[in-house]
């Protein structure tokens, strides 16, 4: 099952996808669990390897999850080994790093950890959008049997499952998107990244109104539900990779962008999706940008819960 996938590119579209999927997940800079440590330790001790990580391939770079036998938490997307083996859906191996040429100058390879051998497996979404991996290095050349491979990809597929457990947990219900508590914490993250990357984040805020005496009438909560959800899956089409939403209410949709060219890219259609999506609700779209003293993303919240007053 020795996976070449050379230097094949992923389209502009599906690497959007990929990454708005990986970014919908949450998992991104979270600690790990109990239960996706105990894959990754046993990949490690199936392997005969001294490290396996749990790798997310972000835009730039490659976060790892869970960890074993490794101090970083994260490397540069180009020089990953985890970028060239999400490109298959089978496991992709490299016996011995210095005898392969698409890996022997690589910084990983010359210096720490001086990756000798890699075997990785995809971490597949049920939509078949490749996250990351669950791999194992080695400082030695290795050679796997085919079992080996095997259960490396049921690990795999174990991990992946507990991941989407985390996101379950972590979306409402409803319509599929960050509970309140967890669009604070995600919210927060997202914001100082944008602030060090020194763009001025934008809140785009999506009230409904009328669902009170909408749920007070025969089938009216169906329809009210109905309306939520259709909105927020306008508001998810409208995400990109590194949006944040949430429902910041009960009624109320918060998209965080980065900064107010993502905001003229999906507005004008956004509005209109989602006064479509919500008949026979009332809509209201506000556009809030961080002011040079917001500090943190509740600041941002609380400067457009202003507006909305």
């Known amino acids: 099952m020795n996976a070449n996938p050379g230097s094949q ?15 919908d997940h949450g998992v991104l800079d979270q ?10 330790s046993l990949a490690a001790e199936i392997l005969g390897t001294p490290i396996a990580l749990i790798s997310l391939v972000d835009r730039d770079r490659q976060w790892f999850l869970s960890r074993r036998g490794l101090e970083a938490q994260e490397t540069p997307r180009d020089i990953a080994f985890c970028d060239h083996a999400i490109r298959s859906d089978r496991v992709f191996v490299v ?38 991996t669950l791999c194992a290095i080695d400082r030695q050349p290795h050679l796997l049997t085919p079992y080996q491979e095997d ?21 409402c219900g409803l319509t599929e998107v960050l509970t309140r508590v967890a669009l604070m914490e995600q919210g927060e993250q997202r914001f ?34 109905r309306c939520l959800q259709q909105v927020a899956a306008v508001c998810r089409a409208h995400q990109g990779a590194t949006g944040v939403l949430g429902r910041s209410g009960h009624g109320e949709f918060s998209l965080l962008w980065p ?8 507005l004008s259609a956004l509005k209109g999706a989602v006064e479509a999506a919500a008949q026979p609700l009332r809509t209201r779209v506000v556009i809030t940008s961080a002011q040079p003293e917001s500090s943190s993303f509740d600041s941002l919240l609380q400067q457009a819960a202003g507006t909305l007053s």
């Open 9 to 23: 590119a992923f389209s502009d579209l599906g690497e959007e996808r990929r990454l708005t999927e990986l970014h």
């Open 31 to 40: 600690p790990s669990n109990a239960q996706l440590d105990r894959i990754v």
């Open 95 to 132: 016996a011995d790093a210095l005898n392969d040429s698409r890996f022997q100058g690589n910084p990983l390879v010359q210096g720490d950890p001086k990756i000798r051998f890699y075997a990785g497996a995809p971490l597949i979404t049920d939509s078949g959008q490749r996250l990351g």
């Open 151 to 171: 259960l490396l990809a049921q690990l795999s597929a174990m991990a992946m499952h507990e991941i989407a457990n985390l996101r379950r947990s972590r979306l």
């Open 192 to 225: 100082q990244q944008f602030r060090q990357e020194g763009r001025c984040p934008v809140l785009v805020t999506v009230v409904l109104t009328g669902l009170r005496p909408l749920n007070a009438q025969p089938a009216g909560v169906t329809t009210a539900d």
């Open 259 to 266: 900064d107010a060219t993502e905001v003229e890219q999906h």
